[in-house]
Nanobody
Framework: VQLVESGGGLVQPGGSLRLSCAAS????????MSWYRQAPGKKRELVAT????????NYADSVKGRFTISRDNAKNTVYLQMNSLKPEDTAVYSC????????WGRGTQFTVSS
C-alpha cells in the first residue's frame, strides 16, 4: 500500500487549496478514504472521510462548510478541496486507508499565513 499526498504550500487566510492523495497497492474503489491533519504540538485530527464509492462524506465540525472531500476511483486518487482557509488550518495533512491496519501517507504540509 502506498499513499502519496501532494498540494501543500503557503496560502493566505481566506484562500483556497486542493490536496491530492494518489493511492496504489490495493483496490482503491473498495475502501473508504480519510484525510487527517496534525498541527504542531497537537494530536492528529480526523478531517474528512469519504465512502468507497463516494456517496457518503463526513467532516470534522471545524471544517464543515469549508472543506470538501472527493475521490476519483478511475485515478485512484482522493482530494481535499479547502476554501476559506484560516491560520488554524495550518498542519501536516495525511491521507489514510483502513484495511487490516491503518496505512498513512507521509503527509503534505501547508501553512495559512499572511
Amino acid at each position: 500500500v502506498q499513499l502519496v499526498e501532494s498540494g501543500g504550500g503557503l496560502v493566505q487566510p481566506g484562500g483556497s487549496l486542493r490536496l491530492s492523495c494518489a493511492a496504489s497497492g490495493f483496490t482503491f474503489s473498495r475502501y473508504d478514504m480519510s484525510w487527517y491533519r496534525q498541527a504542531p504540538g497537537k494530536k492528529r485530527e480526523l478531517v474528512a472521510t469519504i465512502s468507497s464509492v463516494g456517496g457518503s462524506t463526513n467532516y470534522a465540525d471545524s471544517v464543515k462548510g469549508r472543506f470538501t472531500i472527493s475521490r476519483d476511483n478511475a485515478k485512484n486518487t482522493v482530494y481535499l478541496q479547502m476554501n476559506s482557509l484560516k491560520p488554524e488550518d495550518t498542519a501536516v495533512y495525511s491521507c489514510n486507508v483502513k484495511r487490516v491496519r491503518d496505512y498513512w501517507g507521509r503527509g503534505t504540509q501547508f501553512t495559512v499565513s499572511s
